[in-house]
Nanobody
Framework: QMQFVESGGGLVQSGGSLRLSCTPS????????IGWFRQAPGKEREGISY????????NYADSVKGRFSISRDNAKNTVYLEMNNLKPEDTAVYYC???????????????WGQGTQVTVSS
């Protein structure tokens, strides 16, 4: 199974920014489409963004479009999620995963890392 180590979360005020990082455990990500997911308390996990290995395209959920930006650095074997203008509703645990499909976003394996907590205060 393909798991990741996510980092970069924290507590930030509304309107602030964070950059999350996602590094795979034991494999290289350059051949895979990678997606970012998040799970807020009491809610289901949702896919919010992905970076396609096929053509380098990116995609965002409406809730984060224009505020979040996904990128990858294959040399560092890391995927990033730049989050700007954060809102309290962005509070969640954030995860990344190799994708089986992009529409809808379905992970290749239903196995998740620890994630990284993002808390946005109002």
């Amino acid at each position: 199974q393909m798991q990741f180590v996510e980092s970069g979360g924290g507590l930030v005020q509304s309107g602030g920014s964070l950059r999350l990082s996602c590094t795979p455990s034991g494999f290289t990500l350059e051949h895979y489409t990678i997606g970012w997911f998040r799970q807020a308390p009491g809610k289901e996990r949702e896919g919010i963004s992905y970076n396609s290995v096929r053509d380098g395209s990116t995609n965002y959920a409406d809730s984060v479009k224009g505020r979040f930006s996904i990128s990858r650095d294959n040399a560092k074997n890391t995927v990033y999620l730049e989050m700007n203008n954060l809102k309290p509703e962005d509070t969640a645990v954030y995860y990344c995963a190799v994708l089986l499909t992009t529409a809808p976003m379905i992970p290749l394996f239903d196995s998740w890392g620890q994630g990284t907590q993002v808390t946005v205060s109002s």
